[in-house]
Protein backbone atom coordinates (compact mmCIF):
# COMPACT_ATOMS: atom_id res chain seq x y z
CA UNK A 1 0.00 0.00 0.00
CA UNK A 2 2.89 2.58 0.97
CA UNK A 3 4.80 1.73 -2.23
CA UNK A 4 1.61 2.17 -4.03
CA UNK A 5 0.71 5.63 -2.92
CA UNK A 6 4.48 6.63 -3.00
CA UNK A 7 4.84 5.96 -6.77
CA UNK A 8 1.63 7.88 -7.54
CA UNK A 9 2.27 10.36 -5.50
CA UNK A 10 6.05 11.00 -7.46
CA UNK A 11 3.99 10.58 -10.53
CA UNK A 12 2.63 14.10 -9.93
CA UNK A 13 5.40 15.74 -10.20
CA UNK A 14 8.13 13.77 -12.48
CA UNK A 15 7.99 14.55 -15.27
CA UNK A 16 7.16 18.22 -14.21
CA UNK A 17 10.65 17.79 -12.68
CA UNK A 18 11.92 16.63 -15.85
CA UNK A 19 10.61 19.98 -18.35
CA UNK A 20 11.33 21.98 -15.46
CA UNK A 21 15.36 20.60 -15.71
CA UNK A 22 14.79 20.98 -19.59
CA UNK A 23 13.78 24.76 -18.97
CA UNK A 24 16.76 25.76 -16.89
CA UNK A 25 19.63 24.33 -19.03
CA UNK A 26 18.16 26.33 -22.33
CA UNK A 27 18.08 29.39 -20.34
CA UNK A 28 13.61 29.47 -20.56
CA UNK A 29 11.39 29.93 -17.67
CA UNK A 30 9.14 27.18 -18.57
CA UNK A 31 5.99 25.73 -17.04
CA UNK A 32 5.57 24.95 -13.77
CA UNK A 33 6.33 21.96 -11.74
CA UNK A 34 2.67 20.32 -12.01
CA UNK A 35 1.27 21.57 -15.51
CA UNK A 36 1.86 18.34 -17.30
CA UNK A 37 -0.85 17.24 -14.63
CA UNK A 38 -2.70 20.35 -15.20
CA UNK A 39 -3.20 18.80 -18.82
CA UNK A 40 -3.74 15.70 -18.00
CA UNK A 41 -6.84 16.61 -15.72
CA UNK A 42 -7.74 19.02 -19.14
CA UNK A 43 -7.61 15.84 -20.87
CA UNK A 44 -9.98 13.86 -18.01
CA UNK A 45 -12.48 16.47 -18.35
CA UNK A 46 -13.23 16.18 -22.07
CA UNK A 47 -14.76 13.22 -24.63
CA UNK A 48 -13.05 10.77 -26.29
CA UNK A 49 -13.18 11.04 -30.65
CA UNK A 50 -12.90 7.80 -32.73
CA UNK A 51 -12.72 7.44 -36.21
CA UNK A 52 -15.42 4.97 -38.06
CA UNK A 53 -12.37 3.34 -38.68
CA UNK A 54 -11.63 1.95 -35.68
CA UNK A 55 -13.17 -1.27 -33.81
CA UNK A 56 -13.79 -1.78 -30.24
CA UNK A 57 -9.81 -2.75 -29.72
CA UNK A 58 -9.39 0.88 -30.27
CA UNK A 59 -11.90 2.23 -27.87
CA UNK A 60 -10.74 -0.04 -24.87
CA UNK A 61 -6.74 -0.44 -25.53
CA UNK A 62 -6.43 2.51 -23.34
CA UNK A 63 -8.06 1.77 -20.50
CA UNK A 64 -6.34 -1.69 -20.68
CA UNK A 65 -3.19 -0.12 -21.14
CA UNK A 66 -3.38 1.97 -18.15
CA UNK A 67 -4.64 -0.98 -16.05
CA UNK A 68 -1.66 -3.07 -16.82
CA UNK A 69 0.81 -0.17 -15.18
CA UNK A 70 -1.73 0.38 -12.26
CA UNK A 71 -1.49 -3.36 -11.80
CA UNK A 72 2.27 -3.77 -12.30
CA UNK A 73 2.77 -0.93 -9.99
CA UNK A 74 0.70 -3.25 -7.29
CA UNK A 75 3.67 -5.61 -7.62
CA UNK A 76 6.68 -3.15 -6.32
CA UNK A 77 7.49 -3.27 -2.71
CA UNK A 78 8.90 -0.36 -0.37
CA UNK A 79 11.83 -1.72 1.49
CA UNK A 80 10.23 -4.05 4.17
CA UNK A 81 6.96 -3.90 3.29
CA UNK A 82 5.61 -6.02 0.43
CA UNK A 83 3.32 -4.89 -2.19
CA UNK A 84 -0.32 -5.00 -2.83
CA UNK A 85 0.73 -8.19 -5.37
CA UNK A 86 3.74 -10.54 -3.78
CA UNK A 87 4.92 -14.17 -5.03
CA UNK A 88 7.57 -15.99 -6.16
CA UNK A 89 8.65 -15.13 -9.65
CA UNK A 90 6.72 -11.63 -9.65
CA UNK A 91 9.22 -9.74 -11.75
CA UNK A 92 8.04 -12.11 -14.67
CA UNK A 93 4.28 -11.28 -14.24
CA UNK A 94 5.54 -7.59 -13.72
CA UNK A 95 7.55 -8.08 -17.10
CA UNK A 96 4.82 -9.68 -19.02
CA UNK A 97 1.26 -7.49 -17.68
CA UNK A 98 3.03 -4.74 -18.94
CA UNK A 99 3.57 -6.53 -22.03
CA UNK A 100 0.21 -6.92 -22.43
CA UNK A 101 -0.85 -3.51 -21.85
CA UNK A 102 2.14 -2.64 -24.78
CA UNK A 103 0.11 -5.80 -27.24
CA UNK A 104 -2.74 -3.71 -26.58
CA UNK A 105 -1.36 -0.13 -27.52
CA UNK A 106 0.36 -1.71 -30.37
CA UNK A 107 -2.94 -3.13 -32.16
CA UNK A 108 -4.62 -0.46 -30.96
CA UNK A 109 -2.25 2.01 -33.26
CA UNK A 110 -2.62 -0.79 -35.71
CA UNK A 111 -6.30 -0.74 -35.83
CA UNK A 112 -6.89 2.85 -36.83
CA UNK A 113 -5.19 1.67 -40.21
CA UNK A 114 -2.80 4.27 -41.10
CA UNK A 115 0.45 3.73 -42.31
CA UNK A 116 2.24 5.92 -40.04
CA UNK A 117 1.03 4.46 -36.89
CA UNK A 118 1.73 1.06 -37.76
CA UNK A 119 5.26 2.44 -38.54
CA UNK A 120 5.29 3.24 -34.82
CA UNK A 121 4.07 0.75 -33.64
CA UNK A 122 6.27 -1.65 -35.12
CA UNK A 123 9.32 0.28 -33.59
CA UNK A 124 8.05 0.42 -30.01
CA UNK A 125 7.36 -3.52 -30.74
CA UNK A 126 11.44 -4.05 -31.69
CA UNK A 127 12.52 -1.68 -29.20
CA UNK A 128 10.62 -3.42 -25.93
CA UNK A 129 12.06 -6.95 -27.62
CA UNK A 130 15.34 -5.43 -27.13
CA UNK A 131 15.01 -4.18 -23.71
CA UNK A 132 13.24 -7.20 -22.29
CA UNK A 133 16.18 -9.30 -22.41
CA UNK A 134 18.15 -6.85 -20.31
CA UNK A 135 15.48 -6.47 -17.71
CA UNK A 136 15.68 -10.56 -17.40
CA UNK A 137 19.34 -11.40 -17.46
CA UNK A 138 19.52 -8.81 -14.33
CA UNK A 139 16.34 -9.82 -12.71
CA UNK A 140 17.68 -13.34 -12.64
CA UNK A 141 21.41 -12.09 -11.68
CA UNK A 142 20.06 -10.90 -8.35
CA UNK A 143 17.81 -13.14 -8.01
CA UNK A 144 20.95 -15.66 -8.05
CA UNK A 145 23.22 -13.45 -5.88
CA UNK A 146 19.80 -13.22 -3.22
CA UNK A 147 18.36 -16.47 -3.74
CA UNK A 148 15.16 -15.41 -3.89
CA UNK A 149 12.34 -14.70 -7.29
CA UNK A 150 10.64 -12.42 -5.89
CA UNK A 151 10.43 -8.15 -6.13
CA UNK A 152 10.56 -7.76 -2.14
CA UNK A 153 12.56 -10.40 -1.16
CA UNK A 154 15.17 -9.44 -3.81
CA UNK A 155 15.22 -6.27 -2.56
CA UNK A 156 14.95 -7.08 1.42
CA UNK A 157 18.08 -9.28 0.71
CA UNK A 158 20.15 -7.42 -1.46
CA UNK A 159 23.34 -5.73 0.68
CA UNK A 160 25.88 -4.09 -0.46
CA UNK A 161 29.07 -4.48 1.41
CA UNK A 162 31.88 -4.96 -0.72
CA UNK A 163 33.14 -2.68 -4.02
CA UNK A 164 32.34 -5.31 -6.39
CA UNK A 165 28.77 -4.92 -5.08
CA UNK A 166 28.67 -0.95 -5.17
CA UNK A 167 29.86 -1.48 -8.78
CA UNK A 168 26.36 -4.09 -10.00
CA UNK A 169 24.53 -1.58 -7.92
CA UNK A 170 25.97 0.99 -10.10
CA UNK A 171 25.72 -0.93 -13.44
CA UNK A 172 21.97 -2.38 -12.09
CA UNK A 173 21.09 1.46 -11.83
CA UNK A 174 22.19 2.48 -14.87
CA UNK A 175 20.57 -0.79 -16.89
CA UNK A 176 16.99 0.46 -15.03
CA UNK A 177 17.48 3.82 -16.14
CA UNK A 178 18.01 2.94 -19.75
CA UNK A 179 14.89 0.66 -19.77
CA UNK A 180 12.67 3.08 -18.61
CA UNK A 181 13.83 5.50 -21.19
CA UNK A 182 13.32 2.72 -23.90
CA UNK A 183 9.97 1.82 -22.18
CA UNK A 184 8.94 5.73 -22.10
CA UNK A 185 10.36 6.59 -25.46
CA UNK A 186 12.52 9.34 -24.35
CA UNK A 187 15.76 10.55 -25.74
CA UNK A 188 18.26 9.19 -27.15
CA UNK A 189 16.25 6.25 -28.63
CA UNK A 190 12.67 8.70 -29.39
CA UNK A 191 12.27 12.68 -29.30
CA UNK A 192 8.96 13.05 -27.72
CA UNK A 193 8.99 16.38 -28.91
CA UNK A 194 9.47 16.04 -32.38
CA UNK A 195 6.49 16.75 -34.64
CA UNK A 196 7.99 14.75 -37.77
CA UNK A 197 6.23 11.41 -38.39
CA UNK A 198 9.20 9.91 -39.63
CA UNK A 199 11.05 9.70 -36.91
CA UNK A 200 8.65 9.22 -34.28
CA UNK A 201 7.65 6.68 -32.00
CA UNK A 202 5.49 6.53 -29.20
CA UNK A 203 3.96 9.77 -30.17
CA UNK A 204 2.87 8.46 -33.83
CA UNK A 205 1.06 5.76 -32.09
CA UNK A 206 -1.32 7.77 -30.15
CA UNK A 207 -2.33 11.17 -33.07
CA UNK A 208 -5.77 9.52 -33.06
CA UNK A 209 -6.58 9.37 -29.41
CA UNK A 210 -8.05 12.24 -27.47
CA UNK A 211 -9.89 13.64 -25.10
CA UNK A 212 -9.69 10.99 -21.70
CA UNK A 213 -8.26 8.19 -23.22
CA UNK A 214 -5.31 10.34 -24.00
CA UNK A 215 -5.70 11.46 -20.61
CA UNK A 216 -5.10 8.00 -19.46
CA UNK A 217 -2.09 7.04 -21.98
CA UNK A 218 0.25 10.13 -20.93
CA UNK A 219 -0.18 9.69 -17.00
CA UNK A 220 0.44 6.15 -17.35
CA UNK A 221 3.36 7.01 -19.02
CA UNK A 222 4.47 9.50 -16.02
CA UNK A 223 3.12 6.59 -13.89
CA UNK A 224 5.61 3.97 -15.56
CA UNK A 225 8.40 6.65 -14.70
CA UNK A 226 7.48 6.97 -11.05
CA UNK A 227 7.39 2.96 -11.47
CA UNK A 228 11.14 2.44 -12.42
CA UNK A 229 12.47 4.84 -9.86
CA UNK A 230 10.91 3.34 -7.18
CA UNK A 231 12.40 -0.34 -8.21
CA UNK A 232 15.94 2.01 -8.32
CA UNK A 233 14.89 3.16 -5.16
CA UNK A 234 14.60 -0.52 -3.92
CA UNK A 235 17.76 -1.32 -4.91
CA UNK A 236 19.29 0.79 -1.60
CA UNK A 237 16.59 1.04 0.68
CA UNK A 238 17.17 -2.72 1.91
CA UNK A 239 15.97 -3.09 5.09
CA UNK A 240 16.22 0.30 6.18
CA UNK A 241 13.57 1.89 8.84
CA UNK A 242 10.34 3.71 7.52
CA UNK A 243 12.27 7.34 8.55
CA UNK A 244 14.73 6.59 6.35
CA UNK A 245 13.43 4.53 2.98
CA UNK A 246 11.27 7.27 2.29
CA UNK A 247 13.71 10.43 1.95
CA UNK A 248 16.06 7.52 -0.14
CA UNK A 249 13.11 7.20 -1.93
CA UNK A 250 12.11 11.00 -2.53
CA UNK A 251 16.03 11.69 -3.56
CA UNK A 252 15.85 8.93 -5.96
CA UNK A 253 12.90 10.04 -7.95
CA UNK A 254 13.94 13.55 -7.87
CA UNK A 255 17.66 11.96 -8.86
CA UNK A 256 15.91 9.94 -11.36
CA UNK A 257 14.28 12.73 -13.01
CA UNK A 258 17.03 15.42 -13.04
CA UNK A 259 19.01 12.69 -14.71
CA UNK A 260 16.73 12.36 -17.80
CA UNK A 261 15.69 16.25 -18.32
CA UNK A 262 19.89 16.30 -18.08
CA UNK A 263 20.16 13.89 -20.33
CA UNK A 264 17.61 15.21 -22.85
CA UNK A 265 18.91 18.82 -22.78
CA UNK A 266 22.42 17.55 -23.32
CA UNK A 267 22.13 14.27 -26.15
CA UNK A 268 20.90 14.05 -29.42
CA UNK A 269 18.89 11.29 -30.42
CA UNK A 270 20.19 8.29 -32.09
CA UNK A 271 20.03 7.24 -35.73
CA UNK A 272 16.44 5.19 -35.77
CA UNK A 273 18.20 2.52 -37.70
CA UNK A 274 20.83 2.38 -34.55
CA UNK A 275 18.68 2.36 -31.82
CA UNK A 276 18.08 -1.78 -31.91
CA UNK A 277 21.88 -1.94 -31.88
CA UNK A 278 22.15 0.33 -28.67
CA UNK A 279 19.47 -1.26 -26.71
CA UNK A 280 20.42 -4.64 -27.39
CA UNK A 281 23.51 -3.35 -25.92
CA UNK A 282 22.22 -3.28 -22.40
CA UNK A 283 21.57 -7.14 -22.47
CA UNK A 284 25.84 -6.75 -22.65
CA UNK A 285 25.55 -4.85 -19.38
CA UNK A 286 23.36 -7.26 -17.61
CA UNK A 287 25.29 -9.84 -18.40
CA UNK A 288 28.62 -8.32 -16.67
CA UNK A 289 25.62 -7.82 -13.84
CA UNK A 290 26.18 -11.96 -14.11
CA UNK A 291 29.22 -12.44 -14.48
CA UNK A 292 29.63 -10.13 -11.13
CA UNK A 293 27.36 -12.27 -9.15
CA UNK A 294 29.05 -15.16 -10.36
CA UNK A 295 32.41 -13.91 -9.22
CA UNK A 296 30.98 -12.81 -5.66
CA UNK A 297 29.85 -15.84 -5.23
CA UNK A 298 32.58 -17.76 -5.64
CA UNK A 299 31.16 -19.54 -9.08
CA UNK A 300 34.65 -18.04 -11.05
CA UNK A 301 37.76 -19.82 -10.44
Known sequence: MLSFLLIVLASLFFTGIIIRTKSITSGRKGPGIFQPMKDVIRLFKKGAVYSKTTSIIFQVAPSIYFASIIMAICIIPFGQYKGFI???????FFAYVLGAGKFFSIISALDTGSSFEGMGASREALFSMFAEPAFFILMGSLALLTGHTSFHEIFASLHFGSYISYILGVLATFVFVMIALVENSRM?????????????????????????DLGMILYGSYLKFAMYGAIIANLFIGIAPLYLAIPIFICTQFLFAITIGLLESFTARFRMNHNAQYILALSSVSLLIFLGVLLMLGQLN
Open 86 to 92: SFEGDFV
Open 188 to 212: PFDDPNTHLELTMVHEVMILDNSGF
